[in-house]
């Protein structure tokens, strides 16, 4: 769960909170198949976990079960990706192995990231009501907290035992029956980048 926010920290390891990764357990059961991208300081203790540099979730196959992804938030200069790129390996994921995926991240309802990956392909989702949600960094959980609004998202095809479990930390809703507007013209937005509006 390296979730680097290279515009607020050089720091890459931005752990998901202990009671998350509960709810998260309790979604699925008590376990978690795969963590993508792990690190060190995790407690998501997923069965398999992909950890920089010895194997890179981008690059890797996800196909397990149940995933749970805290992504890299900022960019990753050093291997040319973003976050954006995380949005659609997920998207590919699930099309592709029909599998339950959770994912932390920032809200950022405006990028073509959430438009594309998002809104037509995800189950339902919980905007969190913490303020500055506390990531673990570096081992520790005693932090000012993240500088952006977070939430989870769900891919899958039984989001029930999603919204039981997350609808105590935020608004839970599933993407079933709402309305859209027709496909956008892709180009238009491509260009934007959710870490230079913020």
């Not at 994912?103 to 959430?114: E, F, K």
């Not at 081992?139 to 609808?167: H, L, Q, R, W």
């Amino acid at each position: 769960m390296s979730a680097g926010r290279q515009a607020i920290t050089v720091n890459k390891d931005w752990c998901t909170p202990q009671k998350y990764v509960d709810a998260v357990k309790r979604v699925w059961g008590g376990k978690i198949d795969l963590d993508p991208c792990s690190s060190i300081y995790s407690v998501v203790n997923a069965e398999t976990e992909f950890l920089l540099p010895e194997k890179d979730g981008l690059l890797e196959e996800w196909d397990y079960p149940t995933i749970y992804v805290n992504p890299p938030y900022g960019n990753d200069k050093e291997r040319g990706t973003a976050i954006r790129d995380w949005f659609k390996k997920i998207s590919v994921t699930y099309k592709k192995f029909n599998n339950e995926i959770i994912a932390l991240v920032p809200v950022a309802t405006n990028t073509s990231h959430w438009k594309k990956y998002v809104y037509p392909i995800a189950g339902a989702i919980c905007f969190l009501y913490d303020t500055r949600l506390k990531f673990i960094i570096g081992g520790t959980d005693d932090n000012k907290g993240a500088p952006m609004s977070c939430c989870v998202i769900y891919y899958g095809n039984n989001p029930t035992s999603f919204m039981k479990e997350f609808s105590s930390f935020g608004a839970a809703l599933t993407f079933n029956g709402i309305l859209f507007p027709a496909p956008i013209i892709e180009h238009e937005y491509e260009q934007i980048d959710f870490y230079n509006i913020i």
